[in-house]
Structures are given as C-alpha cells and as structure tokens.
C-alpha cells in the first residue's frame, strides 16, 4: 500500500520504519523536505521511503497518517489540500497537547478541553467521505513498532465511524506488531482515548521512564 505521513517527528519517523518493514511504501510529508537529516534517513530506509512536501505526501498515499504536532495540524492539511484525503482512510496519531510539557505534578494539558476531541475534529476539517480512525496516540513511539513488554501484550485503543476504515487499521496495527486492539467506537469515542496520553505521561514524568503501556484486561 502507499501510505503518507504529515509530520517528521519521532511519531512519523518511527510508523514511516515501521511500515517500510511491513512491505509498505511510504512519503514523508514535511515543511522542510530538503532537511539533510530527513534525506539521509530516507536513504537508510531505501527505495520504499521519499520526503516530500505536505501536499506530495497527501496525494501520494492511499491512506494516510497524521502525525503532527496538534498545534500545527490544521496548516499542515491545508498545506496538503483537504482534496486530497477525499475517499482516503486517515489515521489520527495526534493528541491535542499545547507542547509545553508537563507541569509540577506529570500532567500535560488537553488545549482541546474534554468536551471535543482531535479525532472528531480532524474529522470536521476533512471531506465528509474521508474516514478517520483514532489510533497509536496513547503510547510513546519508542513502542510504537513492535510493543513488547514483560507483563505481556499492550492494548491498543481505536475510535472511528466506518468500520472498512477500522478493519484496514487493525490490520495495518497487526503487521506493526499490536495484536491486541480495541474498537472503542465512534470517532467520539476520542475524547476518551486521548486523555490517555495525560495518565501516560505522568507515569513517565514520575518514574523517569517510558517503558510502560495500557493493557485491556478481559476475564
């Protein structure tokens, strides 16, 4: 599949790793496509990885992923042309974070409030029969590509409103390693989700660390 990427973080880089070693083409969509250390990383991922433009990213993938800062995602899809998600399934890896870090205590701050969600908005900027699915955004991408820790297999949480999008997602989540997800809902369902990234982020402020995970236990 051709799969493009808005955002060239850590996020976008480590999914971009990921589904190159699952067969997967890829285009990096980015402000600044020159950045000598993007050219270099898409050179050690070799023919399956391009940098581009925000815009290039979006009209070459089938399906696409965001993975931008939420500060910057609106004008990230503006620069890719919100045309160009139309019919598309688009993963929304964000969480809407004012990126100050957190406070005295481990907590982060939702500038989104817990009334609405990124996933719903994302949702209301795209075409009506674009289909976004809420997944990856409550684990830190160091685990974000074959999650294995020793209390065994983490949870991930998915929200959406088309279930062919879902299933695609899933599957894409499976050849990544997580074989454990669960389909929370609706793209509602993101206010919920989201939050997550707040509890994991305390716990890794706390204890200095970010070997940690959410796991759904079922009896």
Request: charged content about 20%.
């Amino acid at each position: 599949m051709k799969i493009g990427i808005l955002g060239s973080g850590p996020v976008g880089l480590t999914l971009g790793k990921g589904l190159i070693q699952t067969g997967h083409d890829i285009t990096i969509g980015t402000r600044n496509p020159a950045k000598e250390s993007l050219q270099q990383w898409a050179k050690r991922m070799g023919n399956q990885a391009t940098i581009g433009t925000f815009r290039q990213a979006a009209e070459f993938g089938d399906l696409m992923l965001i993975c931008t800062r939420w500060t910057g995602t609106k004008k990230a899809i503006e620069a890719a042309g919100v045309w160009n998600f139309k019919n598309k399934t688009v993963v929304d890896v964000t969480n809407p974070i004012d990126g100050k870090g957190p406070d005295e205590n481990g907590r982060i701050t939702l500038i989104i409030g817990h009334n609405h969600s990124a996933g719903e908005q994302i949702q209301a900027w795209l075409p009506p029969d674009s289909s976004v699915v809420k997944a990856l955004s409550c684990i830190g991408h160091e685990h974000m590509l074959l999650p294995q820790f020793k209390d065994g297999a983490p949870t991930m949480f998915i929200a959406g409103n088309n279930h062919i999008a879902k299933r695609t997602v899933v599957n894409l989540l499976h050849q990544m390693g997580w074989h454990d997800v669960a389909d929370m809902g609706s793209i509602e369902m993101s206010r919920n989700i989201e939050p997550l990234a707040i509890l994991w982020e305390a716990y890794a402020f706390l204890n200095n660390s970010r070997e940690h995970a959410f796991k759904l236990l079922k009896k």
